[in-house]
């Protein structure tokens, strides 16, 4: 009797995962048509390039103020990150600006890495674009550290702000310490490494996650002691807020990852009742290189994952070596796909793909 109980409660169990997985899993025809509305076939080419090829150019984060739009983005010099800003009309020619986050020498935690990302912008398909505020202030978050060199450890996320208007040259103002660490108590399997990477935050107005605010981040991680092969690799997880300050993790494990190498880098687009997560890959078992595709979810939390064709690739001299790192918009019946070309000469800038032919870009990197 007892045997039929258990094989009547795992049979319940199974169909209660079976229904939830049916209920927020998204229909190959409804990933489909999200891929011929986000394809971007036509690359205009570079719009943002180091003035030296000592400097390196990277992750691009755009949103709108009044008539011009605006980009944030990474310097990395060497000593490490900075965020700067630059400006633009038409999306296809931009002009820089000046610095937002600089270094210091104060001996914070942050001193020599400021890689930020601005935060709750509008993500309606085709929509305004606008950063928004909250508690009065406009937010960043980044991935700050202390020592100097490329992504050198221990990297963590910390939250910046300003309360004055985002498109102008200033230094942000930074919470004292991170708000997620990999020495925090709560660390899940997949970020214990020492490196969090990219975070994106977004305002989940329906309070689908039952908080106000979500964070996509990527770190490096594993569960598997001294296992050299797979502690590099990165996925995407989930952190959630009602204040901006304070973040706890949400679920023990990623919500996209693949089983080698890196899935990083996610932002997101609503299209209709959809959430897109467009995310770069790199070094997979079945694709060679670093290349941009996206997820779908219905509800933030479950994602289900395009298999079809790279949105961006390389295939150009200036992006030969990698092409990947998203920003995608629509803005006036034109998608534009912004990502980071890296030359065989490890040389960093800014490109755009669209899906309408725009020509081609005079931009090309310092020889």
């Not at 890959?281 to 996206?294: C, E, L, T, V």
Request: proline share 2%.
């Amino acid at each position: 009797m007892r045997a039929i109980w258990i094989y009547i409660l795992v049979a319940l169990s199974s169909f209660s995962a079976l229904a939830q997985e049916i209920k927020n899993s998204v229909s190959q025809t409804e990933m489909e048509k999200i891929y011929q509305e986000v394809k971007t076939p036509y690359k205009y080419g570079l719009v943002m390039v180091p003035e030296d090829k000592e400097h390196k150019m990277d992750c691009p984060t755009i949103f709108k103020k009044g008539k011009y739009w605006y980009m944030t983005y990474l310097i990395f010099s060497g000593r490490g990150y900075e965020t700067w800003l630059s400006k633009s009309k038409d999306l296809l020619h931009w002009e820089n600006q000046g610095k937002l986050m600089s270094f210091g020498d104060a001996g914070l935690w942050d001193d020599n890495q400021k890689a930020g990302y601005n935060a709750l912008l509008d993500m309606k398909w085709a929509g305004s674009y606008q950063a928004k505020t909250f508690d009065g202030k406009y937010w960043m978050s980044y991935f700050g550290g202390k020592e100097k060199g490329y992504e050198v450890e221990p990297l963590s996320i910390g939250m910046a702000y300003t309360a004055k208007d985002p498109s102008i040259v200033q230094e942000w103002s930074r919470l004292d310490k991170p708000v997620l660490s990999s020495s925090d108590r709560d660390v899940r399997w997949w970020e214990n490494r020492n490196k969090l990477f990219k975070s994106t935050v977004i305002e989940d107005k329906k309070r689908l996650t039952g908080h106000r605010f979500v964070m996509y981040y990527n770190a490096v991680g594993d569960s598997l002691a001294n296992n050299k092969k797979t502690r590099w690799y990165e996925r995407i997880g989930m952190a959630v807020s009602d204040d901006m300050v304070n973040w706890k993790r949400f679920q023990k494990n990623p919500v996209v990852h693949h089983p080698v190498g890196i899935t990083g880098d996610g932002v997101i687009q609503q299209i209709g009742d959809k959430y897109v997560m467009f995310y770069f890959g790199a070094f997979w078992q079945d694709r060679k290189g670093s290349f941009n595709r996206f997820a779908v979810s219905k509800d933030l939390v479950n994602w289900t994952d395009w298999t079809g064709d790279n949105l961006i690739e390389s295939s150009e001299k200036y992006d030969e070596l990698y092409a990947h790192k998203s920003f995608v918009l629509k803005h006036k019946g034109i998608v534009y796909h912004f990502y980071c070309a890296v030359n065989k000469q490890d040389q960093r800038g800014i490109a755009v793909a669209t899906s309408k032919d725009l020509g081609k870009s005079k931009v090309n990197f310092v020889q």
